[in-house]
């Protein structure tokens, strides 16, 4: 509810004023209502305005990358991107003793970290 004061001091519910005039012919030459609706030379409405705003969505959010690919090569190609599993990687014996070491640092610094921990 929007109340606003007029120069003459008078409340005015804009809300219920643009309620009321909602299907008045807006003026222009675009054929339309206050609310956007397209209507005919009578005033009944041709389009309304719910069904104008729901294609130019679907103009906009409907793209080709969007929309389901009825394709059966790209079902495939789906079907071998998830059987898709990489080889196992062999460690070198070096790389199999930093990673030792590096287990072992972890483990030394988590007994320090816990051991101060209960010192306080």
């Given at each position: 509810m929007a109340l606003y004061k007029s120069a003459q001091g008078k409340n005015i519910d804009m809300t219920a004023l643009?309620?009321?005039?909602?299907r008045a012919r807006a003026v222009g030459?675009?054929?339309?209502?206050?609310?956007?609706d397209t209507i005919d030379d009578?005033?009944?409405v041709?389009?309304?305005v719910t069904q104008k705003v729901g294609e130019k969505y679907q103009k906009t959010v409907g793209n080709r990358s969007a929309q389901?690919?009825?394709?059966?090569?790209s079902r495939k190609l789906e079907a071998d991107k998830s059987s898709f599993?990489?080889?196992p990687v062999e460690l070198t014996?070096?790389?199999k003793e930093l990673e030792a070491d590096f287990d072992e640092n972890v483990e030394k610094q988590i007994a320090q970290i816990k051991a101060q921990e209960t010192q306080k």
């Open positions: 643009m309620a009321q005039n909602e030459n675009m054929k339309v209502n206050a609310r956007g009578n005033g009944k041709v389009v309304p389901v690919n009825k394709n059966p090569t599993k990489p080889d014996q070096e790389e």
